[in-house]
Nanobody, 134 residues
Framework: QVQLVESGGGSVQAGGSLRLSCAAS????????LGWFRQAPGKEREDVAI????????????DYADSVRGRFTVSEDNAKNTVYLQMNSLKPEDTAMYYCAAALGVGARSCRRGDAGVADFGYWGQGTQVTVSS
């Protein structure tokens, strides 16, 4: 098991930045697949960035790579058991609830290739709201 707590959301104007944090606790796994997802009102939950913790492998889903490339970066601080999502040059279309989630049963190879589906992520945080105004 793992408990995840997100923080760092808020309201910013377009062009601004936010850094989301996902603090993990309670896991006996030293490394696992962790994803950042977002869900806007009336839309399905979408994966934004994936990281295999402890190894630094990252993956940005192709569907969103163009929209977030150069703007969103996922990283980790192993000493703090925390994964971050740095979001720069925010746009109104980035407005959504952002969640982090863990897929404990997904290996490093599958994780870094983006093979993990939403259903593979069994542990979710409560989410943090990001609102970007124009």
């Amino acid at each position: 098991q793992v408990q995840l707590v997100e923080s760092g959301g808020g309201s910013v104007q377009a062009g601004g930045s936010l850094r989301l944090s996902c603090a993990a606790s309670g896991s006996s796994y030293s490394s696992y697949c962790l994803g950042w997802f977002r869900q806007a009102p009336g839309k399905e939950r979408e994966d934004v960035a994936i990281i295999y913790t402890g190894r630094g492998y990252t993956y940005y889903p192709a569907d969103y790579a163009d929209s977030v490339r150069g703007r969103f970066t996922v990283s980790e601080d192993n000493a703090k058991n925390t994964v971050y999502l740095q979001m720069n040059s925010l746009k109104p279309e980035d407005t959504a609830m952002y969640y982090c989630a863990a897929a404990l049963g997904v290996g490093a190879r599958s994780c870094r290739r983006g093979d993990a589906g939403v259903a593979d992520f069994g542990y979710w945080g409560q989410g943090t709201q990001v609102t970007v105004s124009s």
